[in-house]
């Protein structure tokens, strides 16, 4: 089973220690172990964008899962998103954190990603890699940012970080 298949909290956790590999147009290949996610869990998840139903914005959110979904935080960020579980489902894993990029924002600065991979399919341009490293732990923890979303939503354990 593809990992992305599973419902987003426990995608979430099974990404943490897999490599991101993004392929840029000249042909350079950057290569980065995912250090930290967040799962965003469908329209009764009020952190998830999708809480309020369908729309131009989070239609890509109910794509089949490995789709690549992206979006401008503050005007100023890009955050990388991976769809997960079942098409009209609208679940994603946020990618928080790599290997010397830790941080949405530096995560798509350091993997040069933008809105131009907004609802492409993992594949060339970005795909994941499962290179056998097995993390020794994975610490669980409250999301972060959210605190627009009701409060049982904000402290769902629903953010994962690779342990020391």
């Known amino acids: 089973m593809n ?3 599973l419902p987003a909290p426990e995608a979430a956790r099974a990404l943490v220690g897999r490599v991101l590999v993004r392929r840029l147009p000249d042909g350079t290949v950057i290569r980065a172990r995912i250090t930290e996610t967040e799962a965003y869990f469908g329209q009764a998840d009020t952190a ?8 131009k914005r989070t239609e890509v959110l109910y794509h089949r899962a490995g789709t690549i979904y992206v979006y401008l935080c503050y005007g100023i960020h ?5 769809v997960t579980g079942q098409e009209d489902d609208p ?20 993997l040069r990603i933008d809105k131009s991979l907004n609802d492409m399919m993992l594949g060339d341009a970005l795909a994941l890699e499962d290179d056998g490293f097995i993390p020794a732990r994975i610490d669980a923890a409250p999301r ?21």
């Open 48 to 55: 998830c964008h999708a809480s309020h139903g369908r729309t």
């Open 91 to 110: 679940q994603a894993v946020l990618i928080r954190g790599v290997e010397g990029a830790p941080g949405p924002g530096r995560v798509t600065k350091y």
């Open 3 to 5: 990992i992305l298949d």
């Open 78 to 82: 890009w955050m990388l998103n991976l």
């Open 144 to 164: 972060i940012g959210i605190g627009y979303a009701a409060p049982e939503d904000q402290a769902r354990l629903w953010r994962f970080t690779l342990g020391a």
